[in-house]
């Protein structure tokens, strides 16, 4: 594992994923370590924020963890590894990836990842059932700065950390699955 990783974590707190696929031998390990799971077409799936992943922003589990897990390689990393960007570039996107989600995730507390509160504000903020008052727009005024913490966040995830995809890849998440 790369310092940087140890730094991150965001593959693993619910930032980047809601969720993790699981190979039919690793349901039980993910059983045993009581992680929230769920069945889509036939594939066992575990929820983030991921147990395992320690205050530490290490992987209590890192030597059995699943093999989605040992193959994840974000964009940025794979970029540091073949010297792309310099060690204190990733850090610093890191860094301002960190505290974007942690001001969004002040901003909207709860036990859901903080993509599915992400998406329940973004489409609160697109609800065509504005009251006449205004007060659509006065909400929108007042979460100005959250609005804008989670367009940068979007865009530098995107851009930082799950890279451009190409013509016709898929990481095997769908929209709701990313910020």
Same mark, same amino acid.
């Given at each position: 594992?790369? /310092?940087?990783?140890?730094?991150?974590?965001?593959?693993?707190?619910?930032?980047?994923?809601?969720?993790?696929?699981?190979?039919?031998?690793?349901?039980?390990?993910?059983?045993?370590?009581?992680?929230?799971?769920?069945?889509?077409?036939?594939?066992?799936?575990?929820? +983030?924020?991921? !147990?395992?992943?320690?205050?530490?922003?290490?992987?209590? &589990?890192?030597?059995?963890?699943?093999?989605?897990?040992?193959?994840?390689?974000?964009?940025?990393?794979?970029?540091? %590894? !073949?010297?792309?960007?310099?060690?204190?570039? !990733?850090?610093?996107?890191? %860094? +301002?990836?960190?505290?974007?989600?942690?001001?969004?995730?002040?901003?909207?507390?709860?036990?859901?990842?903080?993509?599915?509160?992400?998406? &329940?504000?973004?489409?609160?903020?697109? /609800?065509?059932? !504005?009251?006449?008052?205004?007060?659509?727009?006065?909400?929108?005024?007042?979460?100005? +700065?959250?609005?804008?913490?989670?367009?940068?966040?979007?865009?530098?995830?995107?851009? %930082?950390?799950?890279?451009?995809?190409?013509?016709?890849?898929?990481?095997?998440?769908?929209?709701?699955?990313?910020?």
């Amino acid at each position: 594992m790369s /310092d940087i990783c140890q730094s991150c974590g965001l593959c693993c707190d619910g930032t980047l994923f809601v969720s993790v696929p699981l190979e039919a031998g690793e349901v039980d390990w993910a059983r045993g370590r009581q992680l929230p799971m769920f069945e889509k077409e036939g594939v066992s799936f575990f929820r +983030q924020r991921c !147990a395992c992943f320690a205050a530490d922003g290490l992987c209590s &589990a890192y030597d059995s963890r699943p093999a989605a897990c040992r193959r994840f390689r974000c964009h940025l990393l794979r970029r540091l %590894e !073949a010297g792309e960007v310099t060690e204190n570039r !990733a850090r610093a996107a890191v %860094e +301002q990836a960190k505290q974007l989600r942690d001001r969004t995730t002040e901003e909207l507390p709860g036990d859901e990842s903080l993509l599915k509160r992400v998406d &329940a504000f973004v489409k609160s903020l697109g /609800d065509s059932k !504005a009251p006449p008052d205004g007060a659509l727009l006065a909400f929108r005024r007042e979460k100005r +700065q959250l609005i804008s913490d989670v367009v940068v966040l979007s865009l530098l995830l995107q851009q %930082e950390f799950r890279g451009p995809k190409k013509d016709g890849q898929s990481d095997g998440k769908t929209e709701g699955d990313r910020l």
